[in-house]
């Protein structure tokens, strides 16, 4: 492969200057001439009737434009894998803090003080608030209608139960009979939240045509457009989705809140109408990560070999079924586990309670599954009397190894990353009293869908690209994408632009999401790079009167390939093809081919495998204060296998910010439930790890291309995020000896468990 | 009917004069009443720091403070960091560190860092990790906020 | 409990914009006084702010009138010339920046470093923290250690009452109606005198107290033995207390690791915590047990070294 000079490369993001000097525009930065301001009343009962809403004091307070309830809307449900949800609660509300109502005034002020003035009589019912007794027979149900809700073909539903997920492999009562030992364990975690900076916000308002637009710091336009379009009762086209700026979304925000609400509050009041989630609301109707519980059994050969695994999996996915479903398969994909195991029973149940709709943040399913999956794997080796790391070497799975669902594994870099992480923190070597290292590995998917990407050669010979979906955070649209576009097409980095356009008028996206953004908003852009590429050396041929065969692109210009001083740049082509041809344009998409597996092996399964999966380690070295039961990180490493690392420093970004916010899941992050309510909605008694609370995070790129991707590149958005919680408490473990099996490993958790076990 | 307050502002070396209700904090003046929209807005209780500014040379969190405390005061927020276009070290450092992700906590650390150059022209890694501990980076994991950092404290170490 | 038909009005969750109010900045404490008086349970004092903005926001206080200090002069001054005075506008910051060096009072600098935020030290005064008289309130355990006076300024004149006994119950002080807490003082430190301050918190910077505890030792002239213990421990019941008994046993003798353990045991018997989201009462027993020891092992240390 020839040497690349701008893919591969650690070079600065193209929005970085703009948001150092305060400029870059996100969402919250939005206004419209005119603009109202739209509030939500949220229920004040986990699960009750609604008896009657009476807003008519709302609507007599002075400025308020217009007070909406469930009743002023068409009898409708939000499209999903169950359809459960209505855009506002009508009869019933099944979580504290569900939205009943809406009102928009000309102050925001205005609009709390109506929504204070709306008048609820609410029928308590008994809650369900655990999962586990959710699932019993006789349980209050969440919905007593959920066999008349519109649901996925082949969906396994019952009651409370909106999805079992099951794969099997092999024959697992033999492989238990067939195993010299047998392990189990039960671990559970919490609900954490994404805890973006920016809140979640939306103005919606009608276009001068007619149509309604929402301006929305969104990861997925174009789910959003379908939802609003859905609630609105109209075509789709007939709705223009704009992404602003997001300041972080880690999947908060790729599901609609805000945006059908503003855009009908704008159709009825015909104003703009801003609408933003404050932390308080966030935290209690959000999006956060499912909590879970899970139970293992591993059976294993005396040397260490696997034999069998049987796991049973229950995420709470609160009052609706949300993303519940595809994450309860994503679960059993996770709990497969980066090893060879020819025997496998799991199941996954998505489970419903009186919760808010716990949802996809950042590799959901993945930090749980891990955190019992590779704290059992620790707990397995240490009843063997074998090292943690030797253990894994001996069953991780390598090149051409078959997953647990059946897929076939390529650019498996799994081993080399267990080695290099545990290698990074000197594993093996004795640490002083109350220190100890852990491990945890995993695997993760490359999600597809198609994206488009169209391209152009713009006066001054820059290349615009226009994209569907937005830079979030990652670098991927400002980086990442242009770097393989300037690659192509020699161009420096900085001879790029990246437009994000809306729904109207850019091409298709499925999304800044599921680790997919790089991969294939970058692959579209390759081959929309191609096209161009294509496009000009047709032109410069007929100036220069040379075949296009002949004619290579470098630096900013197509040159005669063996004549480097006759040349013509690409501005003067951009010029020429501005005057003659309407400008240079191409376009391209990618759909990548998904990943084939035993569909026999699976049931209801709705991410039923791991596209052009990667494979991650991390190791971590803690040190606990045993009179306090602090845990403070003293050295972590992680190392991923991400194909190819389109631009390192960013790759090692991502590496270092799902590492921290692991941690902060593992040591301190937890959304409390008490009676159905939240009691920690706030930044006050819901902590985020601050700088003080990390060590610097030793992150380690590992190489093992994929056919696909642009350069070989895989995913890697999400995988950082999700061994921490295990490889601390297999750290936690190993400094004093105790096993935490539940999240967060607060100082009074570890404390308490060290008291118990002296 | 409340009644306004006036209030003289110099924010990044302009002069403003208004007049504001007295609840209205410095954030919403600032980013409402003066376009400065570069100090960012969210948990307006202090935790995120996102909204942090200098007022008279200190780091506040603006959503904490009402905008008629800050009569006659001298504000900085991130638009007034870079000089002539060109962006300070500290930004420079930021963007040079990928101490930058999504950005938005972004201009409250460099606000915080700015206080302490202010006091200090030589300060320690320590000092500026201390004084941006107010300041959550959901994204960056700090490793490369730290890195900035360190660039910061070197720069003042070999340059002076 | 039965389901049954209720009605409920609420606004569950719903956050209010602070305000409106009527905002006084006067620029004597006379005026402040008065203006306190003319509209008694309708005002609040306006000091660092930073608590009361967001009880304001969330709709626990809704004051028609703020009268601040920020006008009068001298409020923010902190000046130690043998004794320590802190004017009651006096931010966190100010006071570090006039005690720093001084041995005697480092754990009133570690508790002041350590709580909140640099912007929120840059803001929040000292008298702040200790009128909000929430039970976590990390100011107070180090000035009851060092014997604080408060100049309460009201109507009738001024007086002065110790710290210790002013706060009367969360959110409660023995602040009379218009009074005002107008300066801390401390008076002058004893020679051979360490304090020190230990924090628990959730995370490891930037957080409220799980538990802390302020302890201060004076040493005899030999050195060793210890003359007067103080211990003063926040978040374990209504309001920080100082733990009497378990200063009681360190009096006269020589404090060892294992006296100071004693010492936390008995300051662990002294404290009443309950349960909430932050922590167990059970955990926060034990801690005020290893905070004390730690803290009176650390104060002695500094004791020796003065």
Redesign the interface.
């Known amino acids: 492969m020839p040497e690349k000079s701008v893919a591969g490369q650690p070079l600065v993001r193209l929005d970085a200057r703009s948001k150092a000097a305060g400029q870059y525009r996100y969402g919250m930065d939005w206004s419209l001439p005119g603009m109202l301001h739209g509030v939500i009343l949220r229920s004040a009962h986990p699960h009750a009737k609604i008896l009657n809403i009476d807003v008519s004091e709302a609507k007599r307070l002075s400025g308020v434009a217009v007070a909406l309830t469930g009743s002023d809307l068409p009898e409708i449900l939000m499209p999903g894998m169950v359809s459960d949800q209505p855009p506002l609660a009508r009869d019933r509300v099944r979580y504290a803090g569900e939205p009943l109502a809406l009102v928009a005034a000309d102050s925001l002020a205005t609009a709390q003080e109506a929504a204070g003035l709306i008048e609820v009589a609410y029928e308590p019912l008994p809650i369900v608030d655990d999962a586990e007794q959710a699932m019993l027979p006789g349980a209050t149900l969440v919905h007593e209608g959920w066999q008349e809700y519109e649901a996925a073909e082949g969906l396994v539903r019952e009651g409370n139960v909106c999805c079992h997920s099951t794969l099997t492999r092999g024959d697992i009562e033999g492989g238990f009979a067939e195993a010299d030992e047998i392990f189990e364990g039960t671990y559970s975690t919490e609900s954490v939240h994404q805890s973006h900076l920016e809140p979640r916000v939306a103005i919606g308002a009608v276009d001068s045509d007619g149509r309604i637009a929402v301006y929305t710091n969104t990861q997925l336009p174009y789910w959003i457009r379908t939802n609003v379009a859905h609630v609105l009762g109209v075509d789709e086209a007939e709705v223009r989705i704009v992404p602003t700026g997001i300041g972080g979304g880690f999947g908060s925000k790729l599901y609609p809140q805000l945006e059908p609400l503003a855009a009908l509050l704008a159709r009825e009041t015909g104003r703009p109408v801003r609408m933003v989630t404050p932390i308080e609301e966030e935290m209690i109707g959000g999006l956060p990560r499912h909590p879970c519980r899970l139970h293992l059994k591993t059976g294993v050969k005396k040397d260490g070999t696997l034999v069998a695994r049987e796991a049973r999996m229950i995420l709470d996915t609160g009052a609706y079924a949300g993303s519940g479903p595809e994450l309860a398969s994503v679960g059993v994909l996770v709990l497969s586990g980066p090893y060879k195991t020819p025997h496998l029973k799991l199941d996954a149940f998505a489970v419903m309670t009186n919760k808010t709709n716990f949802g996809a943040y950042r590799g959901p399913s993945g930090p749980q599954a891990v955190f019992a999956l590779e704290s059992h794997m620790d707990e397995v080796a240490e009843g063997l009397g074998m090292d943690p790391l030797e253990f894994r070497l001996k069953n991780v799975v390598e090149e051409g190894d078959e997953a647990g669902n059946g897929q076939v594994l390529s650019g498996v870099g799994m081993k080399e990353a267990l080695e290099k992480a545990s290698a990074a923190i000197g594993w093996g070597e004795p640490s002083p009293p109350n220190r100890g290292k852990g491990l945890a590995c995993g695997w993760w998917t490359t999600t597809g869908g198609s994206s488009g990407c169209l391209a152009k050669l713009d006066v001054g010979g820059k290349v615009v690209l226009t994209v569907g979906t937005q830079e979030i955070g990652t670098g991927a649209i400002m980086a990442g994408v242009p770097q393989v576009v300037a690659e192509e097409m020699g161009l420096r980095l900085e001879d790029l632009r990246v437009e994000v356009a809306d729904t109207a008028t850019g091409p298709w996206d499925f999304g800044s999401q599921g680790s997919r953004t790089l991969f294939n908003v970058g692959r579209a852009a390759q081959f929309a790079a191609q096209d161009l590429i294509v496009q000009i050396k047709e032109l410069a041929g007929e100036e220069m009167e040379v075949a296009v065969e002949d004619i290579e692109l470098r630096e900013g210009a197509a040159v005669v390939k063996g004549v480097p001083d006759r040349r013509i740049s690409l501005a003067d082509l951009a010029q020429q093809s501005l005057n003659e041809r309407g400008g240079l344009h191409s376009r391209g998409v990618s759909n990548p081919e998904p990943a084939k597996y035993d569909n026999s092996r699976m049931i209801s399964c709705f991410y039923p495998a791991f596209h052009y999966p990667s494979f991650f380690c991390h190791a971590a070295e803690v040190e606990v204060d045993p009179g306090t039961g602090i845990v403070r990180v003293v050295r972590y490493a992680a190392a991923h296998d991400v194909g190819f690392a389109v631009n390192p420093k960013l790759a090692q970004g991502q590496i270092h910010g799902g590492v921290v916010q692991g941690v902060g899941m593992a040591l301190m992050e937890g959304i409390i439930y008490e009676d159905g309510q939240v009691v920690n909605n706030n930044w006050t008694d819901y902590k985020l790890p601050t700088i003080a609370d990390v060590p610097e995070v030793e992150a380690i790129i590992v190489e093992h291309p994929v056919e696909g991707g642009p350069f070989g590149a895989k995913g890697l958005g999400e995988p950082p995020v999700i061994p921490p919680p295990a490889a601390l408490a297999n750290a936690i473990y190993r400094a004093v000896r105790v096993r935490l099996r539940s999240l967060p490993m607060t100082p009074e958790r570890v404390f308490l468990a060290l008291r118990d076990a002296n | 009917m409340i009644a306004r307050h006036p209030l003289r502002l110099k924010v990044n070396g302009h002069s403003y004069e208004l007049e504001v209700e007295p609840h209205r904090t410095l954030l919403d003046v600032l980013r409402h009443d003066l376009a400065l929209t570069g100090t960012k807005s969210n948990c307006q209780a202090g935790e995120c720091g996102a909204c942090t500014v200098l007022v008279d040379g200190r780091a506040v969190n603006s959503c904490l403070y009402l905008a008629v405390r800050a009569e006659g005061a001298e504000i900085q927020t991130v638009e007034g960091l870079a000089e002539d276009e060109a962006l300070q070290p500290i930004q420079e450092a930021f963007v040079q560190n990928a101490a930058i992700q999504c950005g938005y906590c972004t201009p409250g650390f460099l606000v915080s860092v700015a206080a302490v150059l202010r006091e200090n022209s030589r300060p320690s890694l320590a000092e500026l990790k201390k004084a941006v501990e107010g300041n959550i980076c959901r994204c960056t994991g700090y490793t490369g906020i730290v890195q900035a950092l360190a660039q910061v404290a070197d720069a003042a170490e070999g340059g002076r | ?1 039965v ?21 006084h ?1 006067p620029e004597s404490l006379e005026s402040v006084i008065e203006l306190l008086q003319e509209h008694g349970p309708a005002a609040a004092l ?1 000091a660092g ?2 608590a009361l ?2 009880d304001m ?1 969330h709709g626990e206080l809704a004051p028609r009138h ?1 009268v ?1 200090l ?1 006008g009068v002069p001298g409020l923010d001054r902190v000046s130690l010339n043998g004794e320590l005075r802190i004017g009651s506008a006096a931010t966190l ?1 100010d006071l570090v920046g006039a005690i720093e060096g001084s041995v005697a009072l480092a754990g009133l600098a570690e508790a002041s470093l350590t709580l ?5 030290q ?2 929040a005064t000292v008298a702040g923290n200790i009128c909000k008289a929430s039970p976590g309130a990390d100011m107070v355990p180090p000035l009851l250690c060092l014997d604080a006076m408060l100049t309460l300024t009201g109507p009738l004149g001024e007086r002065i009452a110790p710290l210790d006994g002013f706060l009367t119950g969360p959110d409660q002080t023995a602040l009379q109606p218009a009074e005002v807490l107008t300066e801390i003082r401390l008076p002058q430190i004893p020679d051979r005198t360490g304090t020190a301050f230990q924090k ?1 918190m ?7 107290s ?1 538990i802390s505890v302020a302890a201060r030792v004076t040493l005899e002239d030999d050195g060793k033995t210890c003359r007067q213990a103080r211990i003063g421990v926040a978040a374990a019941a209504p309001n920080p207390f100082r733990a009497m008994k378990a200063e009681a046993l360190l009096k006269g003798q020589t404090l060892s690791e294992d006296l100071a353990r004693e010492a936390g045991r008995v300051a662990q018997e002294e404290s009443n915590p309950i349960d909430d ?4 009462a ?2 926060r027993r ?2 005020v047990e ?2 004390t020891a ?1 803290a009176l092992v650390a104060a002695a240390e500094r004791a020796i070294r003065t």
């Open positions: 409990m389901a049954g038909l209720e009605s409920i009005s609420t606004t569950m969750h719903q956050l209010s914009a602070i305000g409106p109010f009527d905002y900045q306006l702010g930073t903005l967001i926001q703020l601040s920020w910051t909140g935020s640099r912007q929120i840059n803001v628990i959730r995370r490891q910077a930037v957080d409220c799980i989201v932050r922590a167990s059970e955990y034990l801690m290893e905070l730690r």
